[in-house]
Nanobody, 115 residues
Framework: QVQLVESGGGLVQPGGSLILSCVVS????????MAWYRQAPGKERELVAE???????NYADSVKGRFTVSRVTAKRTVYLQMNRLKFEDTAVYYC?????????WGQGTQVTVSS
C-alpha cells in the first residue's frame, strides 16, 4: 500500500519561510509526478506545485517565485520550500503521487500564516 506522509507545517508570520516534506513509501521515480496541493477553509483543493519524473516543475501563479518543489530520490522525499509566506497561503497542504490512472494522497499538514 502506497503511503505518503507530510510534515513541516506550522505557524509562521507573514514574510516567513517553511519547508514541507513528503516521505513516500515507494521510489518517487515510480510516479509520473509528485505534487503539492492545498485546501483553505471553504475553498476547493488547488494545485500548488508539481514535479514530474523528468524533473520538470510547474507552479500555480499565486506561488511562482516564492515556492520551490524539489525531491531527494535517495530519501524518497519531496519538498516544498515556501518563502515570503502570505496570509492567503494558510491552508492544509497535501502531497499527491500520480502513477498511471491512480492517485495517492497524504493526510495533510497545516500551514498557518498569522501575525
Amino acid at each position: 500500500q502506497v503511503q505518503l506522509v507530510e510534515s513541516g507545517g506550522g505557524l509562521v508570520q507573514p514574510g516567513g519561510s517553511l519547508i514541507l516534506s513528503c516521505v513516500v513509501s515507494e521510489p518517487v521515480f515510480s510516479f509520473n509526478a509528485m505534487a503539492w496541493y492545498r485546501q483553505a477553509p471553504g475553498k476547493e483543493r488547488e494545485l500548488v506545485a508539481e514535479i514530474t519524473r523528468s524533473g520538470s516543475a510547474n507552479y500555480a501563479d499565486s506561488v511562482k517565485g516564492r515556492f520551490t518543489v524539489s525531491r531527494v530520490t535517495a530519501k524518497r522525499t519531496v519538498y516544498l520550500q515556501m518563502n515570503r509566506l502570505k496570509f492567503e497561503d494558510t491552508a492544509v497542504y497535501y502531497c499527491k503521487g500520480s502513477r498511471n490512472d491512480y492517485y495517492y494522497w497524504g493526510q495533510g499538514t497545516q500551514v498557518t500564516v498569522s501575525s
